[in-house]
């Protein structure tokens, strides 16, 4: 087998053998482009260590030999030899960059004798021994793991002594003394001499690389970023190019474009006189890369030429690592730079126009949860480093906000009234906190999980909420949050960081989101390729028009309850459900039944002829129900009862267990009036819009089935009542019914339900909820540490669990299309519609449409079009 390949015989290809690093060695090389010479030994060399009991086979050993002869006559230098010494480094490169293993060793082939052969060959003494001394730390500390505090004390003992402030100020005579201490702690560390035969060195380096690839470092990265642990890492060994032998020399590193912005701009830095590493320490501050251009025109004008040869090779932007070398330009690295959401865009949209990437490609190179960054405002980088961080909570809901903090609804309510900022405090939010939500800038709560109801609503309203903040203490009473031993009272102002999940102290400055001319391109390339429709999740006129603006191509779930909070009609939805008997309960209805018909229309005539999904009433009903004694009796004494009749019956509609209680469909089979009120309204709505021009065909779902006979009976309600009020109303109007998948059983007996159903929409948050068992609500408490100790991988409310979850959908997808192919709308509605990956599972079951709030339309419209890719 062949494990080890000079420079010249590789390509691009070959990452999984060369890594990355290697292979666009091997590639620049290929294409002509000045790069110091070298071998890479393969990821193949560094599995066989591993299974070779962690040694390197004599086989191998002779590769590199061998490989090492033949760049010692191509050079016509020699590793050790005094005259004229090869230096090498040696880094480590596997097939996807990681950071935790080792990476760069300098200068390799330096001991006391070569050292002095680089000083005469150089006339440089100082530079020998600096060159030296560095080897010696850099290998200690990479190679041997001794830690580099011992060493840097050293220094600063020397710096100290002689009142200097800077490692350049060191004389020879000092660096020639460090080096005698620095090979003595590398005695007592490694209870060995400092290797004094290079290939020792070099045998040795290599080995450190290999063994560096399972350190506890590099397989937490792997573990989280889903690389496998068999890929191996390869090892490049490349001869010393040097920016630090005087005027003429000199080392930077420049991308091809802006990373930040994309504009098509080469941005770069570099040091005269200097390694690498020095650009890195910041001792000295490194120049803006068009100045080189007045420096070293030639070489200036040779890296420009270069830079634009690489991007056009790569047909990507590039970040290129190089080095001067006494008036001679060497490349050291290129790579894919790594760029910001609004960089990516940019730079694909442009590399499209340029006709150096096709459309798909373009899609491939932004990815979907990078757009987040783009749709909402921002803190200032700046602003936000010097903010001081308060605590640290679930990012529920992305975006930044600032404002002085409330701890009730009606109080941010009051204080906005006039403009000013406002932060929604709670323990935990509830429905009756909405309008609080509407008017404050962030939500802010202390208990609750990615799909609390805070998570949820806030997403909805693209408004950024930090939930389930553990670690501040919420009085509501008191009005005070708690920190350790911080206290904030109500009115001082904190900011939130809805993507991170980080509370700050004061108001950070912030900058806003702008939807560019690119952006604008990008997705109308993506609307072309992508095959899965895309709807949203919106119960306003407001939410469903900004989901509109996103993309949104219609409303996969309406849920009605939110409509009954309103102040207007919160006092009848209470008075329908405190009702003793039908008549009464009736009587409620008939005045909840025209708003609500209202807000429907409204909806309709934002979407236009997009479909819209709309929900019947799911939660639990005592959520409706008054919590204070001042509500209670101003609802007794318009209902002409008693208090304590009101307090009996709120008593009786407490459950222990709500979420698994008497809700979704379960509401409509006890209470039909409920059920035949919202059907008169979806369809006297769409009547209504019909007449002005639309043509909506209602769709009609039952949430929370879980039996058959629950359906049937819901179904056989609503069709009853539509058909009568269409055949009343003298005119034709075609609608569907449906139903929430979101019960397991559900799933396992999806056949028989599909061949009532016009449509399902998978409703994940609580299938997960019940297919883990996990409540909802309280799962943030302990999911966090399931996370970080890995017994899950992620949040199942987060990241669809398409091994048990997924495999539920699955399977009601697969008896759906049995029974009735093509002729049933399948969709998904729970908070996992717009999560990327969960997007594409959803595309490879054959969803027909996925839906999710409305901020995160576009990332699964840009998720949708990279499935079929
Ligand atoms: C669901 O359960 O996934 C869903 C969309 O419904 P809700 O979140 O309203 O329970
Ligand atoms: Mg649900």
Redesign the pocket.
């Known amino acids: 087998t062949k494990y080890v390949y000079s420079f010249d015989e590789g390509n691009k290809d070959m990452k999984s053998l060369l890594g990355g690093k290697g292979a666009n060695l091997a590639e620049m090389t290929k294409i002509g482009l000045p790069v110091p010479p070298g071998f890479t030994i393969s990821t193949e060399a560094c599995n066989d260590y591993y299974v070779s009991n962690k040694t390197i086979k004599p086989e191998i050993v002779e590769q590199i030999e061998g490989k090492l002869a033949q760049l010692e006559s191509d050079l016509g230098k020699k590793l050790g030899s005094i005259e004229n010494p090869l230096l090498v480094s040696v880094r480590s490169g596997a097939v996807i960059s990681m950071p935790g293993m080792m990476d760069t060793i300098l200068n390799l082939g330096l001991n006391d004798n070569t050292v002095v052969g680089l000083a005469k060959a150089t006339d440089n003494e100082r530079f020998a021994y600096d060159s030296y001394r560095r080897f010696i730390q850099m290998f200690s500390d990479v190679a041997m793991e001794v830690p580099k505090y011992k060493f840097e004390s050293v220094l600063d003992k020397y710096k100290d002594q002689n009142g200097f402030k800077f490692d350049t100020e060191l004389t020879t005579e000092h660096l020639k003394a460090i080096v005698e201490e620095f090979k003595a702690i590398y005695k007592a560390e490694v209870k060995e001499d400092f290797p004094q035969e290079p290939k020792k060195q070099l045998m040795l380096a290599v080995e450190a690389v290999f063994r560096s690839w399972n350190n506890p470092r590099a397989i937490v990265y792997r573990k989280l970023n889903d690389i496998p642990n068999n890929l191996g890492t390869a090892v490049n060994v490349q001869s010393m190019v040097f920016g630090n032998m005087g005027d003429n020399s000199g080392t930077g590193v420049a991308f091809t474009r802006d990373p930040a912005t994309g504009e098509n701009k080469l941005l770069g830095e570099y040091l005269i006189n200097a390694q690498g590493e020095d650009v890195v320490a910041g001792i000295r501050t490194p120049q803006k890369i068009a100045t080189l251009e007045n420096i070293m025109p030639d070489i200036y004008k040779q890296f420009v030429e270069t830079a634009d040869k690489l991007e056009k090779h790569y047909r990507d932007m590039q970040d290129i690592e190089f080095t001067i070398e006494k008036g001679k330009l060497f490349l050291l690295q290129t790579r894919n730079g790594k760029r910001t959401a609004k960089s990516a865009i940019n730079v694909a949209v442009d590399l499209v126009n340029e006709g150096l990437i096709t459309k798909e490609e373009a899609i491939m190179r932004v990815e979907p949860n990078q757009l987040d960054q783009l749709l909402h405002p921002k803190f200032e980088d700046k602003s936000l480093k010097e903010a001081t961080v308060l605590a640290k909570g679930l990012p529920a809901s992305p975006g930044a906000a600032s404002g002085k903090i409330y701890f009730t609804a009606d109080d941010v309510v009051e204080a906005s009234k006039d403009g000013t900022e406002t932060i929604l405090v709670r323990q935990e939010t509830s429905p009756e906190d909405i309008e609080g939500m509407v008017s404050a800038q962030g939500i802010l709560t202390a208990r609750g999980g990615m799909t609390s109801h805070a998570a ?1 609503v806030a997403r909805g309203m693209g408004k950024c909420c930090v939930a389930g903040c553990g670690q501040i203490k919420v009085s509501e009473v008191a009005k005070t949050i708690e920190v350790g031993d911080i206290v904030l009272k109500e009115g001082d102002y904190i900011s939130l960081d809805g993507s991170t999940g980080k509370v700050y102290l004061g108001n950070v400055n912030k900058t806003n989101a702008d939807m560019t001319g690119n952006f604008e391109k990008l997705m109308s390339w993506v609307d072309e390729i992508r095959q899965m429709n895309v709807r949203t999740n919106a119960d306003n006129p407001r939410d469903a028009k900004a989901a509109v603006d996103f993309g949104a191509e219609g409303i996969g ?1 309406c ?1 009605t309850e939110h409509m009954f909070f309103d102040e207007d009609r919160i006092p009848a939805v209470r008075k329908m459900i405190l009702s003793n008997t039908v008549e009464e309960r009736v009587k409620a209805l008939e005045t909840l039944l025209p708003m609500q018909q209202k807000d429907f229309e409204d909806i309709y005539r934002v979407m236009g002829e997009r479909p819209v999904n709309i929900r019947l009433l ?1 939660p639990p009903l005592h959520e409706f129900l008054p919590q204070d004694d001042e509500t209670i009796e101003e609802l007794a004494k318009d209902m002409g009862i008693a208090p304590v009749v009101i307090k009996k019956r709120c008593e009786e509609l407490a459950e222990f267990n709500p979420m698994l209680g008497h809700r979704g469909c379960r509401l409509a089979v006890t209470y039909p009036e409920i059920a035949v009120m919202q059907t008169k309204a979806i369809i006297n709505a769409a009547i209504t819009v019909n007449k002005e021009g639309l043509n909506v065909e209602p769709e009609i779902m039952i949430p929370l089935v879980g039996a058959i006979n629950e359906f049937k009976t819901v179904k056989q309600i609503i069709v009853e009542t539509a058909d009568e009020v269409i055949k009343s109303a003298g005119v034709e109007l075609k609608y569907t019914v449906g139903t ?1 998948i ?1 019960i397991p059983r559900a799933c396992l007996i999806a056949d028989e339900i599909a061949k009532e159903a016009d449509f399902f929409s998978f ?5 997960t909820q019940m297919t883990f068992g996990y409540s909802r609500d309280d799962a943030g408490k302990f999911l966090g540490e399931y996370v970080d100790r890995e017994i899950l991988e992620k949040d199942p409310f987060q990241v669809l669990d398409q091994e048990g979850v997924g495999k539920l959908v699955q399977m009601a997808s697969k008896l759906a299309r049995g029974v009735k192919g093509d002729k049933i709308k399948l969709g998904i ?2 908070e996992h519609g717009g999560e990327p990956s969960s997007v594409e599972f959803c595309y490879n079951t054959g969803l027909n449409y996925v839906s999710c709030s409305p901020y995160r339309v576009p990332i699964a419209r840009l998720a949708a079009a990279r499935a079929t890719i």
């Open positions: 949820v779930l849920r799911d929430m979101e409703g994940t948050n609580d299938l509605c729970g």
